[in-house]
Structure formats: C-alpha cells, structure tokens
C-alpha cells in the first residue's frame, strides 16, 4: 500500500512544471517501486533530489536506494515503521551511552605551528598575512577596548582573547555574502568583512552613528550591509533563526548558506536541539558552529553534558558533524571551508565542534579566577595559542617577522585608540532616537511615553545627562 502511495506523490511532484524532478519516472515491477532518472545526479542535487529523498525516507528507503527505489513491503527481518524501516532483534541490549572511542579532533598543525598529514589548505601569502593581520588587530582591539571598558568609558565589554584564530579562519572559509547569526565571541567575522575600526568605537560608545544608537549593549555588533545579523544576549535565539533563514536561501536558490555560532554552555538550550533537528528534516543549508571553550561563565564544560560533546550530537540529529582543534586556524579554515561545500551543494546541515579555550574572563562583569585555576589559563595562554601558532608557521615560510611584528601592532594600536577617541567625541543619539526604527509609525503609547520624558526633562534638567541631545 506504502509504496503505491509513494508512487502516486511522485509522479505528481515530477509532474509538476517548476519541479526539477520532471526527468523522472516512477516504474512498477512486481512488489517494487523504482524511480528512474534520466539524469543520475538529479536525484543527488538541488530541490528536486530533497522532495524525493524526503518522500523516500519518510516511506523507509534509505539514501542509497534513492534512485532505484526498492521499498518493499513485509520484508523477513524488517519492519516498516512511520519514519523508517528497522531491523528486528530478539536480543534485549539497550545501545551504550557512547560509542567505542570518541570522535577525534580534525588538526593540521603542531602545537608549534609545524604541517601535519595531508589535509594543508593551499593558502596563498597575501591570503595567509591578512588573515594573520587580522587576528593581531583583534587582539589589539579586546586589549584597548577591555581597559578602556575598565575606565568606565563604556558600560560592557568582552573579549575573544584565546579565541581569535578561530573566528578569523572562519571568516575567512565562508563567502562574505553567507548570513551570519552570531553569539556575541565572533567579532571577528565582522572585521574580516570590512567593518571598520570607527564602527567598532562607534557601537560600544554608543554615539549617533553606532549601529545600535545607544540602544544596544556595547559588543552587541550588527551590519545587514554585511549580512551578520545583531547579537541578542538571550543564549540560543540566534539557532533557530539562522535555520529560517538558511531555509529561505535554499528556496531561492541563491548557492549560500547561513551560518551560526554559538558556545557550548548555548549549546544545552533547548533552541540548539529544535534548531538543529529543524536543519535536518528540512534539509536546510546552515552550519552550526560551536566553540567549544570549556566555560560558560563558571560553568565548565564537563557540566554541560554526558556524551561525546557537542559533535557526538550530529548523528542523532542525521546531521553530519566534524570536531577541530579551534586553536589550529588551518584546521579550522579546512573544515569550515569543506562544510560550506557541503550545505551549499546538498542543501544539508553541518555540525561543527571547534575545541578552544576562553582564555580572557567571561566579560567585564566577571573574574575568572574566582571559578578556574590560575595555572590552566596560563597553559593555554603559553602553550596553545592559536595566534602564535598560526605565526610559528607564517614564519616557517618566510612570511613574517618580529620587524613586521612590531610594526603592525604599533600601527593598530594607534588605530584603535585614535578611533576609540574619535568615537568619544561624537554627539550621542538624539533623545528621539529612543523611540524610533522599531515600528513604522510611532505607535501611540510610545507617542506618550516620549512627551512624558520630554516634560520630564523640562521639570528637571539637572538629572538629564547633557551630551544627549535633545
Ligand atoms: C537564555 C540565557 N540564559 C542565561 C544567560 C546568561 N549567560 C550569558 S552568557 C552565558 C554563558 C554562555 O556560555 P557559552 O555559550 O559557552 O559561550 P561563551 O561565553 O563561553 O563564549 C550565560 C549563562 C543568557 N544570556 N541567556
Ligand atoms: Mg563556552
């Protein structure tokens, strides 16, 4: 019965004149279904190939069977059940908590920056010095921005110390037009994309020509120009929506992916999960990627779960998954690089685990060293940062040098700091700017809500801070 159902829907699909599908045929032979294809890598590719494969798989054919259908009915040894067709066994053995060895960490250099197995993206120079370049800048940056946060002239800030060779190799593996839903550790993505030094200084200040107006929390970056969609603090909310918007590229066809970051603690909302499972049955173009950085505030990754990390997770979702040394920005453009390939190609969700460390306290609203031994945050400080490591193998090629060192991280910290200064001597946002841009027209309780402050202020200027104009 499955199947003659099966065969009826899909004739209809490929018989509809959008469906790419109309090369196909559905053929009977005894009890059997097969599908046909004038062209062998219809069924693999595009939107024809996801309607039937998930007709398919609803049905209980499997991937490979896709292009000869051989659904059979009442097979000896398997049962068809909604969803799947599933072995019997008269063993009664519940499946082990893990599986034999846990998945290993894809890496492509040495701790000291030597090549390792074959998997080397070819980087040119020039590819290889801006990447370093920026991941110099926002080291330069977090410092800067972190002690003038410590001056009290902005009210928030957090770094991505440990973490900058991994957000810059991502950057750098995605196409510049791929939409990005960040976290709020991958400012990063932001600077590789052109977004400026000014822009920067102008959001955290919080001036009138910063991205969020004043509006925002400092480090919470947005740009449409640059496809990175606005941080929100709420942990997780970025998942979904990078989904939603995956899904549409794929239903215009537009060969991009969206992307989305998120840590490990971010990893246990339940926005992961439904954010994940969503990827997969839809067949949606995104990657999701963590960075592994072993805290969530005090909360250190031991406590965040039982099985094989956040990777491990991929197969349950049917969600390929890969694990990398975060710190090894090589490894890291590879992997990122072949999962953008994957989801554009197949239109198929990527998992990927970046183990990392958050060297730098949680934010400035926290000390680490209140939860964490002293001693562990200097190891990965010494020992396995991936910005010096990416540099040990610049300079194994002859691609730079403590003379170019010196130089760059002179020249950027002038920049930050003349910029952070700069952003300082702006106006702030006009008082009416409060209650602008979310909605089309003013609604009228927000209408009121601005005459009251405006008479509050008349009442009491003395209160009213004087650099916001009114
Ligand atoms: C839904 C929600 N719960 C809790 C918080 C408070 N909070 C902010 S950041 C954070 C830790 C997140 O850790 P992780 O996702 O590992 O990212 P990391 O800071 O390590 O980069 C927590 C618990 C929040 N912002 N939103
Ligand atoms: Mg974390």
Redesign the pocket.
């Known amino acids: 019965m499955a199947s003659s159902v099966a065969a009826r829907k899909l004739l209809r699909i490929a018989r509809k004149p959008w469906s790419p599908s109309a090369a196909l045929s559905v053929k009977r032979s005894g009890s059997k279904y097969f599908v046909e294809a004038e062209d062998p890598d219809l069924c693999r590719t595009g939107l024809g190939g996801s309607l039937f494969f998930r007709l398919f798989s609803s049905l209980g054919a499997s991937h490979d069977s896709l292009l000869h259908c051989n659904y059979e009915e009442n097979a000896e040894q398997r049962a068809a059940f909604s969803g799947a067709t599933i072995a019997y066994t008269e063993d009664l053995q519940f499946v082990s908590k893990l599986l034999p060895s846990r998945i290993p960490c894809f890496r492509v250099l040495s701790e000291l920056g030597k090549e390792l197995g074959k998997d080397v993206p070819q980087l040119g120079r020039t590819m290889a010095q801006k990447m370093y370049e920026q991941m110099v800048t926002l080291q330069v940056l977090d410092n800067v921005f972190y002690n003038a946060q410590r001056q009290g002239r902005f009210a928030f800030y957090?770094t991505?110390t440990g973490?900058e060779a991994l957000n810059i190799a991502c950057a750098a593996a995605l196409n510049d037009t791929d939409t990005v839903f960040p976290?709020?550790?991958e400012p990063g993505v932001l600077l590789w994309r052109g977004y400026g030094l000014q822009e920067f200084a102008d959001h955290c200040i919080g001036n009138y020509q910063g991205h969020g107006k004043g509006r925002q929390m400092s480090i919470h970056y947005g740009s449409s120009k640059l496809h990175y969609f606005t941080i929100s603090?709420?942990?997780?909310?970025q998942i979904p929506h990078a989904v939603g918007a995956g899904y549409s590229l794929k239903m215009e066809n537009e060969k991009r992916c969206s992307v989305t970051f998120?840590?490990?603690?971010?990893?246990?909302?339940g926005d992961f999960h439904g954010g994940v499972n969503f990827a997969a049955c839809l067949e949606v173009p995104v990657l999701f990627i963590c960075?592994?950085?072993?805290?969530?505030?005090s909360?250190p990754?031991s406590q965040?779960y039982r099985g094989d990390g956040i990777a491990g997770r991929g197969q349950a979702y049917g969600v390929r998954s890969i694990r990398v040394d975060g710190n090894d920005a090589l490894a890291v453009f590879s992997a990122v690089k072949a999962a953008r390939q994957l989801a554009v190609d197949n239109n198929e969700p990527v998992l990927l685990e970046l183990m990392t460390y958050?060297v730098g306290h949680?934010?400035t609203s926290d000390d680490s060293t209140k939860y964490r031994d002293v001693a562990e945050i200097r190891h990965w400080t010494e020992k396995r940062d991936g910005v010096a490591r990416f540099r040990n193998w610049l300079e194994s090629k002859g691609w730079w040098n403590k003379t170019m060192e010196e130089q760059f991280r002179w020249y950027v910290r002038a920049e930050v700091i003349a910029c952070l200064a700069a952003a300082e001597a702006k106006n702030k946002p006009p008082l009416a700017d409060l209650f602008s841009d979310v909605y089309d027209s003013v609604p009228q309780n927000l209408a009121e809500q601005e005459t009251q402050v405006r008479e509050a202020v008349r009442k009491c200027p003395e209160v009213y801070p004087t650099d916001v104009p009114l």
Do not use: D
């Open positions: 957090a991505c973490e976290q709020y550790r603090s709420v942990l997780g909310t998120f840590g490990e603690g971010a990893a246990s909302e960075r592994n950085n072993g805290w969530a505030i909360t990754a965040q958050r949680h934010s």
